[in-house]
């Protein structure tokens, strides 16, 4: 799978795991570069409080359009640490 904004490649991996129709993409898939750490949190009932990324391409900032979860409950420890996108990323195969 391959996660694309503004043109560029900013994740790859054959190993996602799939959640309620989001892809998770295992921390050394990402390409650091383009990702800046964020304050923002949004908490999940059954998964845990989620942390976030914006992505720098080019000059361009797509504010917290990637997320994890560092701590997860029980039932999403499947995607600890793995992070997922949306705000115009497409992810395709």
């Known amino acids: 799978m391959k ?3 503004n043109k560029t490649i900013i994740a790859e991996s054959d190993d996602t795991v799939v959640i ?3 892809h998770y993409f295992p921390p050394k898939a990402l390409k650091q570069e383009y990702f800046k750490s ?3 949190h949004t908490v999940c009932p059954w ?4 942390n976030y990324y914006s992505l720098e391409v ?3 900032t797509n504010e917290n359009a990637a997320w994890y979860y560092p701590e997860v409950s029980e039932l999403a420890k499947g995607i600890k640490g793995r992070v997922a996108f949306w705000k115009g990323v497409e992810v395709v195969k």
């Open 3 to 5: 996660a694309i904004w």
């Open 20 to 22: 309620e129709g989001n």
């Open 38 to 40: 964020t304050d923002h």
């Open 47 to 50: 998964k845990g409080t989620a």
């Open 58 to 60: 080019d000059g361009k």
